[in-house]
């Protein structure tokens, strides 16, 4: 008798929502709904294609926060820091990449060191930062490549970890 094959079990502690983003305001809506559900010590990773709308989406972030200062891509300084305004966490804001290597090169930033009182978003993370911790958001966004005047995107937010494992993401349809 044959067995059936084996289907893997899904990851445990782990949470899935995908959506699709319209326009640069939905994608800075979606970050102001984001940052409801973000603590001191969350890790948020986002991946995607230039102009895919990571900085757009972090600049919802830091408005739902409650953060000072504009939120632009931090390309050339690779992080900034932006206190909050009320007593919520601040953002740290890490572009990596121009960053090639993984944890050891980003350990100048410190951000083992933030991570319990921040909320930390590193854009170009991946291979980078996730020995930082187990428990974090990853966002790819995904864009038609090569057409620059489609404003569609199709995000996946998946979370990762035991904080995450309950978290409600699908109430962040815009």
């Known amino acids: 008798m044959e067995h059936p094959a084996a289907v893997p079990a899904a990851p445990r502690n782990r949470a899935e929502t995908r959506l699709t983003i319209t326009s640069p305001e939905q994608m800075r809506e979606l970050g102001r709904r984001l940052a409801g559900l973000l603590r001191a010590g969350d890790l948020v990773m986002l991946s995607g294609e230039l102009g895919a709308g990571k900085t757009t989406l972090t600049r919802g972030l830091g408005e739902g926060l409650g953060v000072r200062g504009a939120v632009t891509s931090p390309t050339f300084v690779i992080a900034r820091v932006h206190p909050s305004l009320g007593d919520g966490p601040p953002l740290v804001h890490v572009d990596a990449y121009r960053l090639g290597g993984g ?61 995450w494992s309950d978290a409600a993401l699908e109430p962040l349809t815009v």
């Open 103 to 163: 944890l050891d090169e980003m350990e100048d930033l410190d951000l083992d060191v933030s991570l319990p009182d921040s909320v930390i978003v590193v854009e170009w993370g991946e291979g980078k930062v996730e020995d930082l911790t187990e428990e974090r958001l990853q966002v790819v966004i995904h864009r038609a490549v090569g057409d620059t005047t489609d404003e569609v995107r199709h995000v996946t937010l998946t979370g990762l970890g035991e904080r």
